[in-house]
T-cell receptor, first 116, second 112 residues
Framework: GAVVSQHPSWVICKSGTSVKIECRSL??????MFWYRQFPKQSLMLMAT?????????EQGVEKDKFLINHASLTLSTLTVTSAHPEDSSFYIC????????????FGPGTRLTVL | QKEVEQNSGPLSVPEGAIASLNCTYS??????FFWYRQYSGKSPELIMS????GDKEDGRFTAQLNKASQYVSLLIRDSQPSDSATYLC????????????FGAGTILRVKS
């Protein structure tokens, strides 16, 4: 149980284009999902908290207009990187918590974004 | 002081030995504690959770929690080369709601 999927697993795009990453909870409902970014050999960095049916809450320093998050259903959250630039190249990982649980987060496999 | 601290390592142990990973956390009201394993290039995987003082065992893994000392540890018995990874400690603090605060991780290397 508690399986989270992400799509795509990797993406290469040109500078200036937008990229959408999907995060799905496959066998449970997730009222809250989280989006992280991780650069090589660095720690996880929380970008935003995504709540179903409401606006995402962004961490300090994260540009909400650049990283658009939509949590349209209890099983799906999307992250759109708008006007991507090479410095946005990173490993993007989503996680979800089971409603009514003890806040343990289950992570998706991650999406590796490379912006040329 | 960081809210969740771990020794970055690397911690090197021989195959078959016990690996001991430690984590301390700040003096905030906390409720849940987790250990994640992250292989290079992969996402974190939940391996243990603990909520009350004492020990919790699951297979070769034992989590230990001491709230008075603000300390949580993970013991891996009979360490295998496949256990080589970065181990992340995560804490749920009441004031942060449902977010977890992660430590920077400890690199474990098990040598055969």
């Amino acid at each position: 149980g508690a399986v989270v999927s992400q799509h795509p697993s990797w993406v290469i795009c040109k500078s200036g284009t937008s990229v959408k990453i999907e995060c799905r909870s496959l066998d449970f409902q997730a009222t809250t999902m989280f989006w992280y970014r991780q650069f090589p050999k660095q720690s996880l960095m929380l970008m935003a908290t995504s709540n179903e049916g409401s606006k995402a809450t962004y961490e300090q320093g994260v540009e909400k207009d650049k990283f658009l998050i939509n949590h349209a259903s209890l099983t799906l959250s999307t992250l759109t990187v708008t006007s991507a630039h090479p410095e946005d190249s990173s490993f993007y990982i989503c996680s979800a918590i089971v409603a009514g649980g003890w806040y343990e987060q289950f992570f998706g496999p991650g999406t590796r974004l490379t912006v040329l | 002081q960081k809210e969740v601290e771990q020794n970055s390592g690397p911690l090197s142990v021989p195959e078959g030995a016990i690996a001991s990973l430690n984590c301390t956390y700040s003096d905030r009201v906390s409720q849940s504690f987790f250990w994640y394993r992250q292989y290079s290039g992969k996402s974190p995987e939940l391996i243990m959770s603990i909520y009350s003082n004492g020990d919790k065992e699951d297979g070769r893994f034992t989590a230990q929690l001491n709230k008075a000392s603000q300390y949580v540890s993970l013991l891996i018995r009979d360490s295998q080369p496949s256990d080589s990874a970065t181990y992340l400690c995560a804490v749920s603090f009441i004031e942060y709601g449902n977010k977890l605060v992660f430590g920077a991780g400890t690199i474990l290397r098990v040598k055969s």
